[in-house]
């Protein structure tokens, strides 16, 4: 089925650094992927719609400048989590459509110390 | 705009028992229905998509069902096992390949 590779699965960094979390389509081209983030206990909040070869659509209240997104190919997409600070620790996963419905990664767990 | 809601938010059932989650939506003007998983600490695994045109689908112990006009989603899930422990998600897209909204999920412990 279709697979979306997504890493680091896992990442610790100090406060002030920059974090970059790739998404791979592995078997299908992906023109849109989707990034979310998750808090504890809750649902998936879209940050982000990622198209190739074109800006990314952030929802109302994410900070573009922040949440560096670039998607160059049709098989990848990253989010880069500027001048991190602990209040992004959160747990961040992309997705992406196919026929068959949306493929989702397996998900970023970013702490910031 | 679109909303999902889940019920209940969590179950909590002894092994072998049958069991059905709810999902329902304000808009029935979706594209799709897809039902997810999600294991602590991981990403998302579909389980069952629903094609607005159809009334029900199977795979193994699980069967979902769409009755768009009521704006439900029911997912049935037979003779639990403890394996089936996870938050179980349901998500429509507002267009084709557009973005998904989630219900809050249903979070199952299947008790040994």
């Known amino acids: 089925g279709a697979v979306v590779s997504q890493h680091p699965s896992w990442v610790i960094c100090k406060s002030g650094t920059s974090v970059k979390i790739e998404c791979r389509s592995l078997?299908?081209?992906?023109?849109?992927m989707f990034w979310y983030r998750q808090f504890p206990k809750q649902s998936l909040m879209l940050m982000a719609t990622s198209n190739e070869g074109s800006k990314a659509t952030y929802e109302q209240g994410v900070e573009k400048d922040k949440f560096l997104i670039n998607h160059a190919s049709l098989t990848l997409s990253t989010l880069t989590v500027t001048s991190a600070h602990p209040e992004d620790s959160s747990f961040y996963i992309c997705?992406?459509?196919?026929?068959?419905?949306?493929?989702f990664g397996s998900g970023t767990r970013l702490t910031v110390v | 705009k679109q909303e999902v809601t889940q019920i209940p938010a969590a179950l909590s059932v002894p092994e072998g028992e049958n069991l059905v989650l709810n999902c329902s939506f304000t808009?029935?003007?979706?594209?799709?229905l897809q039902w997810f998983r999600q294991d602590p600490g991981k990403g998302l695994t579909s389980l069952l998509l629903?094609?607005?045109?159809?009334r029900e689908q199977t795979s193994g112990r699980l069967n979902a069902s769409l009755d768009k006009s009521s704006g439900r989603s029911t997912l049935y899930i037979a003779a639990s096992q403890p394996g089936d422990s996870a938050t179980y998600l349901c998500a429509v897209p507002e267009t084709s390949g557009s973005r998904l909204t989630f219900g809050e999920g249903t979070q199952l412990t299947v008790n040994p």
């Open positions: 629903i094609q607005s045109s159809q």
């Open positions: 808009d029935s003007a979706i594209y799709n």
């Open positions: 997705s992406a459509r196919r026929q068959e419905g949306y493929t």
């Open positions: 078997d299908f081209q992906a023109t849109t």
